[in-house]
């Protein structure tokens, strides 16, 4: 069974640095998001991209954050300027025009 | 806007005793509800949905949820716990523009 799959799985920088996940979602995903989950707390929404626009946006996703599809399979989230709170977990989700999205494993970001 | 409660931070059981998480939900229009475990150092797994038609949904792993609209609830049950339970367990709703809403986690413990 496909799955949605990110790399890498654990990136330790420095404050101030860029950073770049990223996203393979299923072939046939139209919908994907970015979640992001502080350790110990509850999962949190970022971004959602649909037809190479972001659909919608959260308050954390300000002027720092940014997502595209330039190849259109690999999905990524960019950080240009880290800062430790930026520390956590980020989620990839991807869905069909249905309503379930499938989540990959998570990429764990810790900034130094 | 949506929001999701889940009572309980923390749940212990017995082996072999009735899982209850409750997760009650506030949304203006009707909602997609949604179970995810999380396992240690691993990402979310879908458990179960409901979406639309029968209220009393099954998920995976022996896991239930009914939709009670009434009460605005999505509880999530199991009627015997397994070591392997063990985990986080997060209610989302969604409202149809795509983006979850999630809860702020159940984490499950299954007592020998």
């Known amino acids: 069974e496909p799955e949605v799959t990110q790399t890498p799985s654990h990136q330790v920088t420095q404050m101030g640095q860029e950073v770049i996940l990223r996203c393979v979602p299923i072939?046939?995903?139209?919908?994907f998001y970015w979640y992001r989950q502080i350790l110990g707390q509850k999962v949190e929404f970022l971004v959602s991209?649909?037809?190479?626009?972001?659909?919608?946006k959260s308050e954390i996703f300000d002027d720092q954050f940014s997502v595209e599809r330039p190849d259109g399979s690999n999905f990524t989230l960019k950080i240009r300027s880290t800062k430790l709170e930026d520390s956590a977990m980020y989620f990839c989700?991807?869905?069909?025009?249905?309503?379930?999205?499938?989540f990959g494993p998570g990429t764990r970001l810790l900034v130094l | 806007a949506q929001s999701v409660t889940q009572l309980g931070s923390h749940v212990s059981v017995s082996e072999g005793a009735l899982v209850l998480l409750r997760c009650n939900y506030s949304s203006s229009v009707p909602p997609y509800l949604f179970w995810y475990v999380q396992y240690p150092n691993q990402g979310l797994q879908l458990l179960l949905k409901y979406t639309t038609g029968a209220t009393l949904v099954k998920g995976i792993n022996g896991f239930e949820a009914e939709f009670k609209k009434s009460e605005t609830s999505f509880h999530l049950t199991k009627p015997s716990a397994h070591m392997s339970d063990a985990a986080e367990y997060f209610c989302?709703?969604?409202?149809?523009?795509?983006?979850?809403?999630f809860g702020t986690g159940t984490r499950l413990k299954v007592l020998a």
């Open positions: 072939s046939n995903h139209l919908y």
């Open positions: 991209f649909y037809n190479n626009e972001i659909s919608e």
């Open positions: 989700a991807a869905r069909t025009a249905g309503e379930t999205q499938y």
């Open positions: 989302a709703v969604s409202d149809g523009s795509g983006k979850y809403i």
